[in-house]
């Protein structure tokens, strides 16, 4: 099973020649070239949304119950149809009153939220779920307040289970520890590949090509998985990028 942790990068007006209606047809790209069973993008606006939908006729958005604004970022997963069934889902926002829509709490400066599914893999009686989420990008408070919510849903969980997204921090982080801890039972696919970590590990790069930062788009999985590959893609369209972040995906196996 291949997944696919992707930040598309809000719909800018101030990005000039990196505005979505330049980039949605290079995004889309990369997804059927990857072909992963699972993808789950960050910053996504409704509209950006449907424009994938549109051009991935042979995933499914899950967005269960959604509240609709169109100037909200959706953390949201897409589904390769005929691979995964879906079984159940829903979305929490990262706050302190998670049935609140846009609530946002701490020092964080957006609404942070984290969307999941249940699964059926095709053809088998295995079941996992599969979450995405982004964290914030200013409060360091928050990121721990976040990732300790995701990692009490993580910990309650009997099946496998994936967790991607946009974390905004790096694998030294205490967000990081926290969601690999022991009790979440997750791990992060690139250290258990023993990969080294530096500028080639980073995933944001301003629509460059050029690394910076660190690794702060990770995927991250529970040790049923047998982690087989990962990587950065850095796929470029004649020096034109898809985001300001490169995907990563990760390929794994349920013995």
Known sequence: M?????????ENATDGANAWHYRRDLVSEI????NPEIVGTQEGRWNQLMDLKERLP??????PDRVIDDTCQYPTLFFLKGA????????????????????KSWDSGFPRMMSY???????????????????DHL????????????????????????????????PDSKTHAILTSQKTRLRDTWQVLGLPEGVLSATSHGFTGIPKKERIDWV????????????????????RYPSDH????ADLDLP
Request: with cysteine; glycine share 6%.
């Open 246 to 249: 490169f995907p990563y995906k």
């Open 220 to 239: 991250l999985a529970s040790p049923e998985f047998l982690v087989r590959d990962t990587s950065i893609i850095r796929d470029d369209f004649q020096g």
């Open 139 to 170: 409060g360091p408070e928050a990121r721990i307040r976040q990732a300790s919510i995701i990692s009490e849903w993580a910990s309650s969980l009997d099946e496998p289970a994936v967790l991607m997204g946009d974390f905004n921090d790096g």
């Open 84 to 103: 995964l069934t879906i079984l159940e889902g829903d979305e929490l926002w990262l706050s302190e009153t998670p049935r609140i829509h846009r609530s």
């Open 117 to 135: 599914a249940k699964l059926r893999c095709a053809g088998s009686k295995s079941t996992i779920w599969a979450c995405v989420t982004h964290l």
């Open 31 to 34: 997804i059927n070239r990857y």
């Open 58 to 63: 042979e995933y499914h958005l899950h967005a």
């Open 2 to 10: 291949r997944v696919l942790t992707f930040n598309i990068r809000f």
